[in-house]
T-cell receptor, first 114, second 110 residues
Framework: DVKVTQSSRYLVKRTGEKVFLECVQD?????MFWYRQDPGLGLRLIYF???????EKGDIPEGYSVSREKKERFSLILESASTNQTSMYLC?????????????FGPGTRLLVL | GQSLEQPSEVTAVEGAIVQINCTYQ??????LSWYQQHDGGAPTFLSY????GLEETGRFSSFLSRSDSYGYLLLQELQMKDSASYFC???????????FGKGTMLLVSP
């Protein structure tokens, strides 16, 4: 069974703080993703990585950065948190496929920026 | 770019059949996936269609028409535990990324 874990379920930070969200997967997946989920907006891709030290911008990368130093770990960094980054953050991983692309999601981190 | 349209909410009663539609506009198309998310939980994969037609997995079926850029998820013999949000997603032709619809909240009542 694929397991994707995220460092915190709930997090409260203050505006301007640097925030680290950690994600670890145990299935040796090459691909890892960070999404944010907001009511009525669905899941929006922030960044993804298809290999160690590789990263690609998703649809909404502004205000975020990522780090992938090890295959199993993908970190999302909010350099200077702002209130509009209050959201649910979901990490996912997958194995590259020429056909079906199944992403496995972590439980999410609900971040509140005050 | 990609965009997907699905209804925001659908209601049904236990034992009934419900269909959740998804239309998409994409610059490239690999396949249509469906994910289920219970309140407070993680999205989980349900089904995938790359070719036209119906795919059946137990009580759930998914349909795709590539010529119409349209698909649907069919849930039969609804149970209370099926109350959840359902997302359709299109895979990008290049990288292994998915673009998700905004989700359909399914409410199943007794």
């Amino acid at each position: 069974d694929v397991k994707v874990t995220q460092s915190s379920r709930y997090l409260v930070k203050r505006t301007g703080e640097k925030v680290f969200l950690e994600c670890v997967q145990d299935m040796d997946h090459e691909n890892m993703f960070w999404y944010r989920q907001d009511p009525g907006l669905g899941l929006r891709l922030i960044y993804f990585s298809y290999d160690v030290k590789m990263k690609e911008k998703g649809d909404i990368p502004e205000g975020y950065s990522v780090s992938r130093e090890k295959k199993e770990r993908f970190s999302l960094i909010l350099e200077s948190a702002s209130t509009n980054q209050t959201s649910m953050y979901l990490c996912a991983s997958s194995r590259p496929s020429s056909g079906r692309e199944t992403q496995y999601f972590g439980p999410g981190t609900r971040l509140l920026v005050l | 770019g990609q965009s997907l349209e699905q209804p925001s909410e659908v209601t049904a009663v236990e034992g009934a059949i419900v269909q959740i539609n998804c239309t998409y506009q994409t610059s490239g198309f690999y396949g249509l996936s469906w994910y289920q998310q219970h309140d407070g939980g993680a999205p989980t994969f349900l089904s995938y269609n790359a070719l036209d037609g119906l795919e059946e997995t137990g009580r759930f079926s998914s349909f795709l028409s590539r010529s119409d850029s349209y698909g649907y998820l069919l849930l039969q013999e609804l149970q209370m535990k099926d109350s959840a949000s359902y997302f359709c997603a299109v895979r990008d032709e290049g990288y292994s990324t998915l673009t998700f619809g905004k989700g359909t909240m399914l409410l199943v009542s007794p």
